[in-house]
């Protein structure tokens, strides 16, 4: 290793930049330098370093090392969560895509914390990247970024591939020649919130989404899940599934039959049922199947359209308005939400259809009665 005087003499004239690179001496003894002070999380040497020698010394990538073979500071930086200094390597120019790919890896696996992903999207990040084999062992290589963010259930980093043009249905070819796409493997991982967002950002289930949902969510159901995925979260994840995706109605049934009746779920074979018939089965607005202080929901008198509570259906009414085939009077209300403005308390709307998905039966359907006055009798 150069003394730092030889470094400071000879820095000037053998530095380089963002040149690949394969080995420790292809490195300029400054890149050298800063390396080793980043491996000893040595920050304040580096940035000093740096602005008395040139934002060059940032920019050196080798690849020897046993995990991750591009290290660099930047790589370094990801490792150990240092956000300031990813954003000084990134501003002092530094565009290694493989580097740069392998420090979103690193910044992914271990924290939900999008800071540092969000800093290589802004300086030009692919969140399309192909898998990289050189990282088995630390991901799974088939998945790509957004695929990741799913299987850590990192909301947040997937907003951010998203926001920065990452395709939601991107696929990927399994070894085993299977095709995944990022839905699939919110299902695969039980991430029910990210399968969400994909859905609500453009995601389109294909016939091998459909398969894997049956698939995840019947063994959940049995207790089989391979990632202990609970029964409750897995009818929740399968009603969002069919309630925001909207796949195919053949391609559901043939799902359905797919599996012995033995092996089906009272509570998924009713959702599959009521989609099907193109009936509601769980809230418009957050996919419940249930309202919030009963067990069956509130259907609005058009009987396209049910929720779990006034608050859902209140939110939904400026949307559902345009095309609600129940009454309306002249200013455009509804019966239930004319109703509704004079209910006090939380709850659906006064006169709403009251809907739930039960188990093993079908959906119960019936309008709320009106209290009959007692009849009296007759003066004699």
């Not at 998924?268 to 049922?273: C, F, H, L, Q, S």
């Not at 009987?303 to 095309?323: D, F, G, I, P, T």
Request: hydrophobic fraction near 35%; charged fraction near 25%; aromatic fraction near 6%.
């Amino acid at each position: 290793m150069a003394s730092q005087s030889e470094v400071e003499s000879s820095h000037k004239s053998s530095e380089t930049t963002n040149v690949p690179v394969h080995g420790w001496d292809d490195l300029t003894d400054g890149q050298q330098l800063c390396i080793e002070w980043a491996w000893e999380q040595d920050w304040d040497q580096i940035k000093g370093y740096a602005k008395e020698h040139g934002p060059e010394v940032l920019l050196g990538v080798h690849r020897e090392h046993e995990k991750v073979k591009k290290v660099s500071v930047l790589t370094l930086a990801s490792h150990y969560r240092n956000p300031e200094m990813v954003k000084l390597t990134l501003e002092a120019g530094f565009d290694n895509k493989g580097a740069m790919y392998a420090a979103a890896i690193i910044s992914m696996k271990d924290s939900d914390n999008s800071t540092i992903l969000r800093l290589l999207l802004e300086h030009g990040l692919d969140p399309n990247t192909d898998p990289d084999p050189q990282f088995e062992g630390v991901v799974e290589i088939f998945s790509n970024l957004l695929m990741l963010a799913a299987e850590r259930g990192h909301i947040d980093q997937a907003i951010a591939l998203l926001d920065h043009g990452a395709n939601v249905n991107k696929t990927v070819v399994h070894p085993d020649g299977h095709i995944l796409s990022p839905l699939a493997f919110t299902v695969n991982y039980g991430a029910h919130d990210i399968c969400r967002l994909f859905l609500t950002r453009g995601a389109i289930p294909t016939t091998n989404d459909v398969d894997i949902v049956f698939n995840f969510c019947l063994q959940a159901c049995k207790g089989k899940h391979p990632m202990g995925l609970s029964r409750d979260v897995a009818i929740k994840m399968f009603a969002t599934f069919l309630h925001l995706g909207k796949p195919d109605s053949d391609v559901i049934r043939e799902g359905l039959n797919s599996f012995l009746p033995s092996y089906r779920d009272p509570t998924i074979a009713n959702i599959t049922k009521h989609y099907l018939q193109g009936r509601p089965f769980c809230c418009y607005v957050c996919e419940a199947l249930t309202a919030k202080e009963r067990d069956k929901l509130h259907m609005c008198p058009c009987r396209n359209v049910a929720y779990c509570s006034r608050e859902c259906q209140v939110k939904h009414w400026k949307e559902h308005k345009v095309l609600c085939t129940g009454p309306l009077n002249e200013k455009g209300e509804s019966e239930a939400m004319v109703k509704g403005r004079h209910k006090t308390g939380k709850g659906a709307a006064a006169g709403a259809t009251v809907v739930g998905v039960a188990e093993g039966g079908a959906v119960a359907t019936g309008r709320k009665g009106k209290k009959g006055k007692k009849g009296r009798g007759k003066k004699k």
